[in-house]
């Protein structure tokens, strides 16, 4: 149990960030700012999982927005065709993505790089394509659970009815979601991943068994992307197709690697200039397109200049700081 | 005794090795030959790395061949590359727990087995440095210990050597000499340094264009005119 449970200076940062989202954003945020913040929160825990996949084995998933597509599509079948309480649904959200996730990583196991980013993108084009065809359940009959006309009520936790609670609650979900990958990190398979990112040759001869490790991965990645996409149906109370087209995944990656994957402020940084920036910038009166123009300078940025992206170069300023203070003290 | 038998690989149109036998007895084995002669490709064959398209490797009974490459660590192979293969993200201490993580026995047990081999190879005292900020011979010594935990029983270097100044290279000779009383396993060493070979080897395999063309006691073989003429680059006499 060496180090499992010490704390880094970063995850005392971490920590402290999801105190002040947890107890001081709720009672500060309207109610339009409410709703972007939670859905942020969601796709902070959904690009923690590309994020991971990424930064852990090196592996490009281009299917995470599809992947909360599938989390949401059974969290919303679940609430409108049972009793179960949320956290149930969530839970069986999580690991039916999960499951998912697996069974579309086997064929891509072989493959790395451009190969295995392909075929993640045609997988995240196969479900737009689903979405758009059967649409998201909203109260109906049969499997599909779709109804013309008005939809039934989604019912949120218990714990959290109001848009204020829903924002803690989802802000929680997302540091478990954190807490998940940091444990896995420091344990066994942790090592095995870092042996198998530096080489899968070297990983087999440490006794590494590439496939189920590489299988575990997949497996975290989508259950965090249900988790994320379950928790934003709980957000909305329904979900439009539109929201998990193949663009979207292929976004969601790069800002990943612009915000910093490796490190867990990058998953916030990507969330936020995903889901806060063009809001933001509407209400300042700024066409909300020019988000985008925002995104490629900081695609460029990171590919040029920064490969641990914004977190990464924040990091490094910030220990060289203390560097030249300690220095400076000596 | 690692027994080799009838080893053929191909690789398209060529032939890597060409029915390659040899019987290790001896606690440690050398491999050698010049650039290409397939030192490299017989050492991925008993890893698992590559497939032959005929032949045998035995050990203890346990046919290596039937086994998939992370099972033959389980079982006792241990392998270190050209490159020393070392997570710049892990410290030493997890760099060499990797090697025993799937084993049973308690994390206790572990802990103090990965201990003692860091002991041994004389970097106890950093095994919280991680990996990118090792120089070449700390990551190889890491390497090194990385072979010797979880009771191995045949352990393999490719070029150890390779890189380092003569003093690193004479402590890495000491330590691969150390490895059968250690631990009981059998070590094959694959470097172009014949002093070191000669030093540590008590028998070696020597190949050509994927062939055997000696073996035998390490003096015997590096004596052999066929040797000498393919490998050392002198001129073949009288043969």
């Known amino acids: 149990m060496r180090g499992l449970f010490h704390v880094t200076p970063s995850g005392w940062s971490g920590l402290g960030f999801a105190a002040f989202v947890i107890l001081l954003v709720p009672e500060l945020a309207g109610s339009y700012w409410l709703s972007v913040f939670t859905s942020a929160a969601c796709f902070t825990l959904a690009i923690a999982g590309v994020a991971f996949l990424y930064a852990r084995l090196g592996l490009v998933s281009l299917t995470q927005v599809g992947l909360m597509g599938v989390g949401g599509w059974v969290m919303l079948r679940l609430n409108h065709g049972t009793d179960l309480p949320f956290e149930v649904n969530l839970v069986l959200s999580a690991l039916a993505t999960m499951v998912f996730g697996w069974i579309l990583a086997l064929p891509a196991l072989r493959l790395r790089g451009l190969y295995l980013a392909l075929v993640t993108l045609m997988a995240a084009g196969g479900l737009e394509i689903v979405f758009a065809t059967f649409q998201f359940p909203n109260g109906g009959e049969g499997f599909w659970g779709v109804t013309i006309g008005s939809s039934e009520p989604f019912r949120r936790p218990a714990l959290a009815q109001s848009p204020e609670a829903y924002l803690r609650y989802v802000a929680i979900c997302a540091l478990l979601g954190f807490l998940l990958i940091e444990l896995h990190r420091r344990l066994q398979p942790g090592r095995a991943w870092a042996m198998i990112r530096r080489s899968e040759a070297a990983a087999m001869a440490a006794g590494v068994n590439v496939t189920l490790y590489k299988t575990w991965a997949f497996g975290i990645c989508g259950l965090l992307g249900g988790a994320a996409g379950a928790l934003l149906a709980g957000s909305l109370g329904l979900l439009d197709d539109g929201t998990f087209r193949a663009s979207e995944s292929v976004m969601v990656f790069a800002l990943a690697v612009v915000g910093g994957a490796r490190y867990w402020q990058g998953a916030v940084i990507a969330a936020a200039l995903y889901k806060i920036l063009p809001p933001l910038l509407s209400t300042w009166g700024v066409d909300a397109d020019l988000a985008f123009v925002i995104f490629g300078a900081g695609l460029l940025h990171a590919v040029i200049t920064a490969p641990d992206g914004i977190a990464g170069q924040l990091r490094g300023a910030i220990v060289a700081r203390f560097a030249r203070k300690e220095r400076a003290d000596a | 005794m690692l027994e080799i038998t009838d080893i053929t690989v191909r690789f398209g149109g060529v032939v890597a090795l060409n029915e390659v036998s040899a019987r290790f007895t001896q606690p440690i084995g050398g491999i050698i030959g010049p650039n290409g002669a397939g030192k490299t490709t017989l050492m991925n064959v008993i890893s698992g ?191």
Not at chain 2, 97 to 108: C, F
Not at chain 2, 123 to 131: I, Y
Not at chain 2, 133 to 158: H, Q, W, Y
Not at chain 2, 181 to 203: N, P, S, Y
Request: with cysteine; glycine share 8%.
């Open chain 2, 49 to 239: 790395f590559v497939e032959p398209a005929g032949g045998r490797i035995e050990r203890d009974g346990q046919n290596l061949l039937a086994l998939a490459p992370h099972r033959r660590a389980h079982w006792g192979l241990r392998r270190s590359f050209q490159k020393e293969e070392i997570a710049e993200d892990l410290t030493v201490f997890e760099n060499v727990l990797v090697q025993i993580d799937h084993g049973r026995a308690e994390r206790g047990r572990k802990s103090a087995e990965v201990l003692r081999m860091l002991e041994l190879v004389g970097m106890a005292d950093r095994m919280d440095k991680p990996g990118e900020a090792l120089n070449s011979f700390e990551r190889r010594l890491t390497d090194v210990a990385k072979c010797l935990v979880g009771s191995p029983r045949i352990v393999m270097f490719d070029e150890p050597a390779g890189g380092l100044s003569i003093d690193e290279t004479r402590q890495l000779g000491r330590l691969i000499r150390a490895i059968h009383d250690e631990t009981g396993a059998q070590t094959l060493v694959i470097d172009h340094d014949v002093d070191l070979i000669r030093e540590i080897c008590a028998e070696t395999l020597v190949l050509d264009f994927g062939k055997r063309i000696a073996f035998g006691p390490t003096s015997e073989v590096l004596d052999n005119p066929k040797v000498k003429a393919a490998y050392l680059g002198t001129e073949e006499i009288g043969i």
